[in-house]
T-cell receptor, first 108, second 112 residues
Framework: EDKVVQSPLSLVVHEGDTVTLNCSYE??????LLWYKQEKKAPTFLFML????IEKKSGRLSSILDKKELFSILNITATQTGDSAVYLC????????FGAGTTVTVRA | DAGITQSPRHKVTETGTPVTLRCHQT?????MYWYRQDPGHGLRLIHY???????DKGEVSDGYSVSRSKTEDFLLTLESATSSQTSVYFC???????????FGDGTRLSIL
């Protein structure tokens, strides 16, 4: 069964710090990996990483995919309090498997 | 966002009663999904649909049924609600199975 594992489960940082979130996956037919950010409501899409696009960047957020070692990293630089959220990674197969998420708290 | 409306947004009901949640989309996406989110479990897929009248089970489908009679509407029914089904329910849509899903704002369901 496909499985997605995220670490750490939670972390607390101060504004300006850099955060690194991990997502490891064991999927039988890898096509891509997704990252989402969830604040109070619905998850919002951040990145999709595929075999042909193993690194994505948007502002202070960036993500890489290591297909050989079966993991992905989400980095957030110069964190702000607005980055406080749960970050989810997922394998978008038919039966989409989500990791349990990493809760990031950024203190002023 | 993404033209997805879930209704109701909040509901409190009693054990044993039937409950139907509605997801309506204006994006004409083929795929629609129902998830539940609980502390410690993250998002878990209940059922999904890959077209009108085409549905399949997800990870936690027991106690739930779905129907999709129109492209824009996907209904989730709890035939006889139990307290273990107290949760936040999210609907999501996607163009295809390997494209990102976009989520509705969720329905908070409490079963007493």
């Amino acid at each position: 069964e496909d499985k997605v594992v995220q670490s750490p489960l939670s972390l607390v940082v101060h504004e300006g710090d850099t955060v690194t979130l991990n997502c490891s996956y064991e999927v039988t037919n890898f096509r891509s990996l997704l990252w989402y950010k969830q604040e109070k409501k619905a998850p919002t899409f951040l990145f999709m990483l595929t075999s042909s696009g193993i690194e994505k960047k948007s502002g202070r957020l960036s993500s890489i995919l290591d297909k050989k070692e079966l993991f992905s990293i989400l980095n957030i630089t110069a964190t702000q309090t607005g980055d406080s959220a749960v970050y989810l990674c997922a394998n978008p197969d038919y039966k989409l498997s989500f990791g349990a998420g990493t809760t990031v708290t950024v203190r002023a | 966002d993404a033209g997805i409306t879930q209704s109701p947004r909040h509901k409190v009901t009693e054990t044993g009663t039937p409950v139907t949640l509605r997801c309506h989309q204006t994006e004409n996406h083929r795929y629609m999904y129902w998830y539940r989110q609980d502390p410690g479990h993250g998002l878990r897929l209940i059922h999904y649909s890959y077209g009108v009248k085409d549905t399949d089970k997800g990870e936690v489908s027991d106690g739930y049924s779905v129907s999709r009679s129109k492209t824009e509407d996907f209904l989730l029914t709890l035939e006889s609600a139990t307290s273990s089904q107290t949760s936040v329910y999210f609907c999501a849509i996607s163009v295809s199975s390997d494209q990102p899903q976009h989520f509705g704002d969720g329905t908070r369901l409490s079963i007493l």
